[in-house]
Nanobody, 121 residues
Framework: QVQLVESGGGLVQPGGSLRLSCAAS????????MGWYRQAPGKVRELVAR???????NYADSVKGRFTISRENAKNTGYLQMNSLKPEDTAVYYC???????????????WGQGTQVTVSS
């Protein structure tokens, strides 16, 4: 079974940095687009950043210039480098990936369990 596991969240002061990781495991043939989403209490889940299999990226306006999404295909892992963190960035961050398994070339979306990021002094 395919599984996505996020790590790297925690408590950080405003202006600090965190690096989130998203490791995919299981019967993986190929990973297409990957993305990071976040959900704050009482808010809907929103897209933070997205990266295609070819490396093209997109960012939410609120994080442009501060966050960087990347991936290492050989490790089936994606990353989100977060700099200049603000209290407004506090949320549970979720990894999302489109994955084709060993038995099909059809992609389907998978979600990680989420990792808490808290920005507070």
């Amino acid at each position: 079974q395919v599984q996505l596991v996020e790590s790297g969240g925690g408590l950080v002061q405003p202006g600090g940095s965190l690096r989130l990781s998203c490791a995919a495991s299981g019967s993986i043939l190929s990973i297409g687009d990957m993305g990071w989403y976040r959900q704050a209490p009482g808010k809907v889940r929103e897209l933070v950043a997205r990266i295609t299999s070819g490396g093209s990226t997109n960012y939410a306006d609120s994080v442009k210039g501060r966050f960087t999404i990347s991936r290492e295909n050989a490790k089936n892992t994606g990353y989100l480098q977060m700099n200049s963190l603000k209290p407004e960035d506090t949320a549970v961050y979720y990894c999302n990936a489109d994955i084709a398994n060993d038995y099909s070339y059809q992609f389907r979306g998978y979600w990680g369990q989420g990792t808490q990021v808290t920005v507070s002094s």
